[in-house]
C-alpha cells in the first residue's frame, strides 16, 4: 500500500479529525439494532488515543437527510453507545462546521469528540471546496477509517485531504489488504460466491474476477437469469429479461478463459413468498408459477465440493432470501462450511455479512468487509476517490 497509513503518521500533542462509518441501524426508538460499525472503528480510536493525540475529532453520517437537520438521523445515540465501548465520556457536538464547533473542540475536557451528522449540510455530499476547508480547519491531521463511504468523493472523504496530511486508519488498511490481495494476488484455488438478487448490480464484479478466479459460483436470485441464458425452466423466479445476453456472452467468455462457472442445480421453490408459504424442493426444471427461493441440498453439495480445497473465498451476496428462516437454509449452510475450512475467507460486506452476523459466525471468517458498495466497486476493480486522495507515503 503506497499511501501513508496512521502508524506512519506522528499524533503527539495533535488534533485528529478522523472520518468513520457510524451509518448504523436505528429501530422506532432510534435504539442502535447493531453497532458492528461503531466497534469496527474503536482500534483505530485507541490507537490515536493511545499514541498522544490531544483530541480525536470524530465525523459521520447517518442515514439520508438529504441536507436538512432530521431529528431521527442524529448521531447523539453513537455518541451515547461509543462512551461505553471506550470506558470514557465522549462529548457530542450539535454540527459538525463552523466556529462554535471549533470553539468547543479547542476547549473541550473529554479527548473524544463526535460531531453531528455530516450530511445535515448539502455541501459534504457535494465536496464543496469550502466546507472542504472548514472541516479541515477543526484538526492537524486527518484519518480515514470509513472503508463504507470511501467510494464516494465527498468534502470529508476526499475534499479534507486537499488541506490536511491524509492516512488511512487501521480498518482501511485492513479492507484494503484483504481485498487486494485477494485481486492481485491470491492463494489458489481462488472461488467467488457471488449471490443477491440482480445480475446488474454484479456485472462489473463478475467482469473483473472472472480471469483472476479459479471457479464462480453464483446462487440468489441473479442466478436464474443466467438459468434462463441455458435455456432453463424457471417458473415465475427472479429474472431480468434484459440481461439474458449479457449472461450468455459470460457464459461464453468463461468457457473461451476455461473458467468454470457452478450454478444451481436444484431449488427450493414457493407459490409466493411468504414466511408461512408452504415449500417444496425440485430439480433443475423450475415449474411454472413456482418461484424460487433457495437452493437446494444437491446444490449446496455441489457448492461444497467446490469450496473444500478453496484457498481463497471472496463471498459478495445471499443464496436465498437468508432474512425468511424458512429460506435461509443454503446460504447457512454455505458459511458454516466456509467457516471451518482452512483458508482465507472475504465476507463483501452489505446482505452477507448481515447474514454472517445472524448466523454468529463472524468470529469465524477472516474478514468481513464494512463497505457494501465500496467492496463492490472495489472487487469490480474502480478507483475509490477515498483512497486515491489520501497523501502517499
Same mark, same amino acid.
Given at each position: 500500500?503506497? @499511501?501513508? =497509513? /496512521? @502508524?506512519d503518521v506522528d499524533l503527539k500533542d495533535k488534533t /485528529? %479529525?478522523?472520518r468513520v462509518d457510524f451509518n448504523v441501524p436505528q429501530d422506532a426508538a432510534l435504539n442502535i439494532t447493531d453497532d458492528t460499525r461503531i466497534k469496527a472503528a474503536v482500534p483505530t480510536i485507541k490507537y490515536v488515543l493511545e499514541n498522544g493525540a490531544r483530541r480525536l475529532v470524530l465525523m459521520s453520517h447517518l442515514g439520508r437527510p438529504d441536507g436538512k437537520r432530521v431529528? #431521527?438521523?442524529? %448521531?447523539? +445515540? /453513537?455518541?451515547?453507545?461509543?462512551?461505553?465501548l471506550l470506558g470514557e465520556a465522549v462529548n457530542f457536538l450539535d454540527d459538525c462546521a463552523g466556529n462554535e464547533v471549533k470553539k468547543a473542540i479547542d476547549s473541550s475536557k473529554e479527548r473524544v469528540i463526535l460531531l453531528e451528522n455530516l450530511r445535515y449540510h448539502p455541501e459534504e455530499e457535494a465536496n464543496d471546496a469550502d466546507f472542504s476547508k472548514q472541516l479541515s480547519s477543526l484538526a492537524d491531521i486527518y484519518i480515514n477509517d470509513a472503508f463504507g463511504t470511501a467510494h464516494r468523493a465527498h468534502a470529508s472523504t476526499e475534499g479534507v485531504t486537499h488541506y490536511l496530511k491524509a492516512a488511512a486508519g487501521l480498518l482501511l488498511e485492513k479492507e484494503i489488504k484483504y481485498l487486494g490481495d485477494a485481486l492481485i494476488n491470491p492463494v489458489r484455488p481462488f472461488v467467488v460466491i457471488l449471490g443477491g438478487s440482480k445480475v446488474s448490480d454484479k456485472i462489473g464484479v463478475i467482469e473483473n474476477l472472472l480471469p483472476k478466479a479459479d471457479c464462480i459460483i453464483i446462487g440468489g436470485g441473479m442466478s436464474y437469469t443466467f438459468l434462463k441464458a441455458q435455456g432453463k425452466q424457471i417458473g415465475n423466479s427472479k429474472l431480468e429479461k434484459e440481461k439474458i445476453d449479457l449472461a450468455k456472452n459470460i457464459l461464453e467468455k468463461a468457457e473461451e478463459l476455461k473458467k468454470? =462457472? %457452478?450454478l444451481p442445480i436444484d431449488h427450493v421453490v414457493v407459490d409466493n413468498i411468504a414466511k408461512d408459504a408452504r415449500y417444496e424442493v425440485v430439480g433443475e426444471i423450475i415449474p411454472d408459477g413456482k418461484i424460487a427461493v433457495?437452493?437446494? +441440498? #444437491?446444490? =449446496?453439495a455441489l457448492f461444497k465440493d467446490k469450496l473444500? %480445497?478453496? @484457498?481463497?473465498?471472496?463471498?459478495?451476496?445471499?443464496l436465498g432470501i437468508f432474512e425468511m428462516d424458512v429460506f435461509s437454509k443454503g446460504t447457512e449452510e454455505i458459511a458454516e462450511f466456509i467457516a471451518c475450512l482452512k483458508c482465507v475467507s472475504i465476507i463483501g460486506g452489505g446482505d452477507t455479512a448481515a447474514a454472517v452476523s445472524k448466523f454468529k459466525l463472524e468470529d469465524k471468517m477472516t474478514h468481513i468487509s464494512t463497505g457494501g458498495g465500496a467492496s463492490l466497486e472495489f472487487l469490480e476493480g474502480k478507483i475509490l476517490p477515498g483512497i486515491v486522495a489520501l497523501t502517499d507515503k
Open positions: 500500500m503506497d @499511501k501513508l =497509513i /496512521v @502508524k /485528529v %479529525l478522523m431529528d #431521527k438521523y442524529s %448521531l447523539r +445515540p /453513537v455518541a451515547q453507545r461509543l462512551s461505553g468454470e =462457472i %457452478l433457495d437452493i437446494g +441440498p #444437491k446444490t =449446496i473444500r %480445497l478453496a @484457498k481463497t473465498i471472496v463471498w459478495n451476496g445471499p
